[in-house]
């Protein structure tokens, strides 16, 4: 929705009817784009312009279906048509050819998937409720989602895991020993980049199993596998080992309530040395107003629908769950273009 409107203007509406039509229309679009990607579309253009019925034969789809979709992909600028032919839109191949390096329609598994669809629809409920009403869902054990999450990271997963890694590097330089903990690991790429960086690391990961048999596979992609220890099961509850020289938990502190990230918190604080570090790597909110900041709003409603007592905690939050753990004040790194932000501390 656009924003700019002068509020002061009493002879607009600051919200308009077309504002809102254009919220309730948004699932169609993101339906029709799942659909393409689900069925190849944009492979079956690859190779140049078609018309509907041959795109349909090619890829063995109904000859009805494939030209509402043709259609609807072209309206929201995926495709461009010109004398009955199909052809992809400028940019499209690029980052929905399965081939192609920037391919990037796999995210979809991620942005949004069917379970995240489903927790979605049932808002309003989860809203009465307070929390989730699913019986599946971003809590359970081995909980398949996340099997897709850690087969998938997305380009900024590298990234925020580089920039943590570099910011660690005068202090893990230094050290003759490098212990790391990664817990709720998921990919593993956060615990995988610091080994890939520092051949004193070794990385102990916490998962449940169906998600560390995916990790594994990332860590001998990147050449560190023999650097890497398993520990399956709940973290909550887990034997963590240590102590260790760093101990992380990225991404995973906004699926439960303050309470509860205190005491994950509080448990990474005991298995780290007095000389060592904790990081987090979290979705944050601030002071901004909601609609200036809105992807940790919008992802509360996710953790909402999703979890029983998540929701994207506050920077004030972040700061009451370190100390009450035992920890410094975290210094606080934000990447421009991430929603995330990495906190650093140490053991107070
Ligand atoms: C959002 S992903 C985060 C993965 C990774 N740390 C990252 O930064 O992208 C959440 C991960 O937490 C794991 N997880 C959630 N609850 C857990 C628990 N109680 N014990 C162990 N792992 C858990 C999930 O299996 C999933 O891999």
Redesign the pocket.
């Known amino acids: 929705m656009k924003r700019e409107k002068d509020v002061t203007d009493i002879s607009t509406p600051a919200v308009t009817r077309e504002d809102l039509f254009e919220m309730m229309l948004s699932p169609r679009r993101t339906a029709v784009l799942r659909a393409g990607i689900e069925l190849r579309v944009f492979d079956g253009l690859a190779g140049g312009p078609l018309e509907a019925e041959d795109l349909a034969e090619r890829l063995g789809i109904h000859p009805r279906g494939m030209r509402v979709l043709l259609a609807a992909l072209a309206a929201i600028g995926l495709l461009d048509v010109e004398s009955g032919r199909y052809r992809l839109a400028p940019g499209a191949g690029e980052v929905l050819v399965t081939s192609n390096p920037g391919y990037f329609g796999s995210a979809m598994r991620l942005a949004s998937s069917d379970y995240e669809w489903q927790a979605l629809g049932r808002l309003a409920d989860a809203v009465r409720h307070g929390g989730t009403v699913l019986e599946q869902h971003?809590?359970t054990?081995e909980?398949p989602y996340?099997e897709d999450?850690?087969a998938l990271?997305t380009g900024n997963?590298s990234r925020v895991a580089g920039t943590l890694a570099d910011l660690l590097r005068e202090w893990a330089a230094e050290r003759p020993s490098l212990n790391v903990l990664?817990t709720?690991?998921?990919?593993g790429?956060?615990g995988y980049t610091l080994a890939a960086r520092y051949p004193q690391a070794r990385v102990w990961d916490?998962?449940?199993p169906n998600?560390l048999d995916i990790s594994v596979r990332h860590a001998e992609r990147m050449g560190v596998r023999d650097r890497v220890e398993l520990i399956p099961?709940?973290?909550?509850s887990?034997e963590l080992g240590g102590p260790y020289d760093l101990t992380m938990?990225?991404?995973?502190l906004h699926?439960f309530s303050e309470e509860r990230a205190t005491e994950m918190l509080t448990k990474l604080a005991r298995v780290t040395k007095a000389d060592g570090k904790v990081a987090v790597?979290a979705i944050t909110t601030d002071d901004q107003p909601p609609a200036q900041d809105p992807i940790p709003h919008l992802f509360s409603v996710l953790m909402l629908a999703w979890t029983h007592e998540g929701e994207s905690h506050s920077m004030e939050a972040y700061r009451r769950m370190f100390a009450a753990a035992g920890l410094t004040a975290p210094q606080v790194h934000s990447l421009p273009g991430v929603p995330l932000r990495i906190l650093l501390a140490d053991r107070a």
């Open positions: 971003a809590e054990p909980y996340w999450f850690a990271p997963t990664d709720a690991c998921g990919h790429y956060y916490v998962d449940w998600v099961g709940d973290m909550f887990a938990i990225t991404n995973v699926h790597v």
